[in-house]
């Protein structure tokens, strides 16, 4: 079967931070960069679906990992085009054969605890049992070098603060790097970079996600749903998330800074080498 080219996408750019006058401890004024939250609402074959927060950064690449995340569409193949235009804050799809149901899969919500205003269609929250994680391991010394990349990354948050960082690793050699002012987005703009690649989506077995974010269950959920097994977060993990990162079988690592972490669950796809921890964690241990 011919696979269905790539959609066609715009590139619109805007400033992901602007200036503001704060005051300092001092009492005196200072000139700060704060990040540049924007309102896009995504209209798929001219019916108004969601308004997403973001900073703007791939607004395709969002509208395409939402989509996909929330299994509207099965691959990005099923998009013809996304345009954005941020004159008007929104981005049109087209889809090649339409979403069917739609008003039905789309007419339960679930209100998420994701950064900004996150949300997720029922059907997905209702559907992890069908969710089939390939096999996938990392390394502790895999892991520090992750954790470690992302120290030393350029970034939004250094300049500005307020936004939450996503990464996809291949072993320790970062792929994507996403900022955006929610983690949600974030993944899903890793989602649809996923998508647009070679062609075809590209396997996430031997890949390694990374959020600065907590470990919530649509956070688990869409990397088990981009066939990402391992997880990394430099924050913790709620119940829901652990609950479902334990049903699937992901290896859900939090708490994950300098050569400390937590690995929650899926510790069989972690290849522990506690010698790396250094001779004071060993005796505690």
């Not at 715009?10 to 924007?38: D, K, W």
């Not at 970062?174 to 970079?193: C, K, P, S």
């Not at 992901?250 to 994950?256: E, S």
Request: with cysteine.
């Amino acid at each position: 079967m011919t696979a269905s080219p790539l959609p066609t996408l715009t590139h619109a750019q805007v400033p992901l931070t602007c200036a503001i006058s704060a005051v300092n401890q001092y009492g005196e004024p200072q000139q700060v960069a704060i990040p540049a939250e924007r309102a896009l609402t995504l209209y798929v074959d001219r019916r108004e679906l969601v308004t997403l927060m973001t900073l703007g950064a791939r607004p395709e690449l969002l509208v395409l990992g939402y989509l996909y995340n929330q299994r509207l569409i099965g691959s990005v193949g099923d998009v013809e085009s996304v345009t954005v235009d941020w004159d008007v804050g929104a981005a049109a799809v087209k889809t090649r054969h339409g979403i069917a149901d739609i008003e039905a899969r789309t007419a339960t919500r679930v209100v998420t605890t994701g950064c900004g205003q996150g949300s997720v269609f029922g059907e997905l929250m209702g559907d992890i049992d069908n969710v089939v994680l390939p096999p996938g391991r990392v390394t502790q010394a895999q892991l520090y070098s992750i954790v470690n990349s992302i120290r030393l990354q350029d970034s939004t948050y250094k300049s500005a603060g307020s936004v939450h960082a996503c990464a996809l690793f291949q072993g320790e050699r970062m792929l994507v790097f996403v900022e955006d002012v929610g983690r949600h987005n974030a993944i899903d703009t890793i989602a649809g970079w996923m998508g647009m690649q070679a062609g075809q989506s590209i396997a996430g077995g031997d890949k390694v996600f990374y959020t600065t974010g907590r470990l919530t269950s649509e956070m688990v959920i869409k990397s088990a749903q981009m066939g990402v097994p391992v997880v990394v977060s430099r924050s913790g993990i709620t119940q829901m998330g652990h609950a479902v990162a334990q049903r699937i079988g992901l290896c859900a690592i939090g708490r994950a800074t300098n050569r400390h972490f937590l690995c929650y669950s899926g510790a069989d796809r972690l290849l522990l080498q506690p010698e790396l921890a250094g001779a004071k964690l060993r005796a505690v241990a």
